[in-house]
């Protein structure tokens, strides 16, 4: 994700450790891509390295080992997985389990003998989409407390409160989940993914509510992380720093993030 186009001058830098840039807008980031493709030992050192030891990453397990093969059978490809990020340390701040639409409570077995079958060097976090889990989520929660493992809720309430108004929107409003707003923590460490809509406005509109879940886990000791998204995600960082600053006017005790140095651009000086 750090190396979004659309940020590139502006966030990152055109060239070079993108990743370095974007740790000084923010101190989390969604591992996207290794749920498409694991990433080598050594590109996922590099990306420690470019790190600050409390920056927090939360991998995706690659989908053949959770869409493919839904977690059985899938041994060689979760080691191959575990290898890689073995060099994230404590960056590492969970792994995320990602599970299909399919997946529903008749398949919590399955869960529940992967969810055992995973090292203890890790802590997991699990995103569903089957509505069945919504509507009576308490054996989902019972497997996961036993698990020590966090529910990632996807809140897409916002972005599908009203019909899409931009090619963005529409792009996403066919291929994003349409999930309620879930604010029940099960750990120490919950976290949140919340899209909003391409009008900042409305964007920081509808994460009010999350405002306020936010500032009550950090009173109770919980350490939250959050992931703001818009459908093209090109102001998310500025987003994301805006909603970590309403927090922290609830919570002044929340450290502030650093102050971002601005991006090296490729453009030659100029007198004008």
Same mark, same amino acid.
């Given at each position: ?6 940020? =590139? ?14 740790? =000084? ?18 590109? @996922?050192?590099?990306?420690?390295? =470019? ?10 397990? +690659? ?34 389990? =990602?599970? +299909? ?126 992931? @703001? ?38 453009? +030659?000086?100029?007198?004008?």
């Amino acid at each position: 994700m750090w190396s979004l186009k659309a940020w =590139q001058g502006r966030f990152t830098s055109p060239a070079g450790e993108k990743l370095r840039a974007y740790a =000084q807008w923010c101190n989390a980031v969604e591992g996207n891509t290794t749920f498409y493709a694991t990433p080598s030992r050594e590109t @996922v050192a590099t990306w420690a390295e =470019q790190t600050g030891p409390d920056f927090r990453f939360i991998p995706k397990i +690659p989908k053949r080992v959770t869409h493919e093969l839904r977690m059985t059978g899938a041994d060689e490809e979760l080691r191959i997985f575990l290898d890689a990020v073995e060099p994230l340390g404590p960056r590492a701040a969970a792994l995320w389990i =990602q599970l +299909p639409g399919s997946f529903g409570p008749g398949d919590l077995a399955v869960l529940s003998r992967f969810l055992r079958s995973l090292p203890s060097a890790f802590r997991y976090a699990v995103e569903v989409r089957h509505p069945d889990f919504f509507a009576d989520p308490r054996r989902l929660e019972e497997l996961l407390l036993k698990a020590g493992a966090e529910w990632i809720p996807f809140d897409t309430t916002a972005f599908f409160d009203t019909p899409p108004t931009s090619d963005a929107e529409r792009d996403a409003w066919l291929k994003k989940p349409r999930m309620p707003r879930r604010d029940t923590a099960l750990t120490d460490r919950p976290i949140v993914r919340y899209l909003g809509r391409d009008d900042p406005a409305r964007t920081v509109a509808g994460w009010r509510p999350w405002v306020e879940t936010v500032a009550g886990w950090l009173r109770e000791g919980r350490s939250p992380t959050v992931f @703001v998204h818009t459908p093209d995600n090109a102001d998310a960082p500025a987003l994301a720093r805006r909603f970590h600053d309403e927090v922290r006017a609830v919570v002044p005790a929340l450290a502030p993030l650093p102050e971002p140095a601005p991006p090296v651009t490729d453009e +030659p000086p100029t007198l004008f």
